[in-house]
Antibody, heavy 119, light 111 residues
Framework: QVQLLESGPRLVRVSETLSLTCTVS????????WNWIRQPAGRGLEWIGR???????NYNPSLKSRVTMSIDTFRNQFYVTLNSVTAADTAVYYC?????????????WGQGTMVTVSP | QSVLTQPPSASGTPGQRVTISCSGS????????VYWFQQLPGTAPKLLIH???QRPSGVPDRFSGSKSGTSASLAINGLRSEDEADYFC????????????FGTGTKVTVL
């Protein structure tokens, strides 16, 4: 069964860099887009960006200046960094697969990891 | 700020039909597939509908999706207590360099 698992620091200081890893199990990371999505408490979902196995990326224009994604196909992991964080970046961060056979719908999600930005 | 508009809430009694709307524009719903997600409290979203009206395996056929022009809808037939959750629509938006967008979310309450 395909599983995604987010990992990384739960607490990040204001103005510093948030870094998360998504580990993909039981499926190759090749041939699909891999995404990061976040959700502030009690609010809606925001797409951060995606990366393909070749390393090609697309970012949300509202975050593009602060986001970097990368991928390691040998480790079956992909990553996100968000720099110059503020309290507004406090959220649950999810990684998700965009499945080509489903028209690039997010069919598999990680459990999510809560990241708090503190002063 | 979400570019897809959903009603904040919907409700029904067990067995009833509930419909949730999702309104967008030509750059998103009008030109791309619509997806629907269910999110139970404290859990990750779950894909209910892909490619406008297709259900992944394991999703009950009580859930159905449709799309017309720049709007889409999710219908839940035979409402059950376990359907009480938040529901989000989503699609790709062709504006700027392209991005996925989500709806504002609808809380479904089973009375």
């Amino acid at each position: 069964q395909v599983q995604l698992l987010e990992s990384g620091p739960r607490l990040v200081r204001v103005s510093e860099t948030l870094s998360l890893t998504c580990t993909v199990s039981d499926v190759s990371i090749n041939n699909n887009y891999w995404n990061w999505i976040r959700q502030p408490a009690g609010r809606g979902l925001e797409w951060i960006g995606r990366i393909y196995s070749t390393g090609s990326t697309n970012y949300n224009p509202s975050l593009k200046s602060r986001v970097t994604m990368s991928i390691d196909t040998f480790r079956n992991q992909f990553y996100v960094t968000l720099n110059s964080v503020t309290a507004a970046d406090t959220a649950v961060y999810y990684c998700a697969r965009a499945f080509r056979d489903y028209g690039d719908a997010f069919d598999i999600w990680g459990q999510g990891t809560m990241v708090t930005v503190s002063p | 700020q979400s570019v897809l508009t959903q009603p904040p809430s919907a409700s029904g009694t067990p067995g009833q039909r509930v419909t949730i709307s999702c309104s967008g524009s030509n750059s998103n719903i009008g030109n791309n597939y619509v997806y629907w997600f269910q999110q139970l409290p404290g859990t990750a979203p779950k894909l209910l509908i892909h490619r406008n009206d297709q259900r992944p395996s394991g999703v009950p056929d009580r859930f159905s999706g449709s799309k017309s022009g720049t709007s889409a809808s999710l219908a839940i037939n035979g409402l059950r207590s376990e359907d009480e959750a938040d529901y989000f629509c989503s699609t790709w938006d062709d504006s700027l360099s392209g991005l996925y967008v989500f709806g504002t979310g609808t809380k479904v309450t089973v009375l």
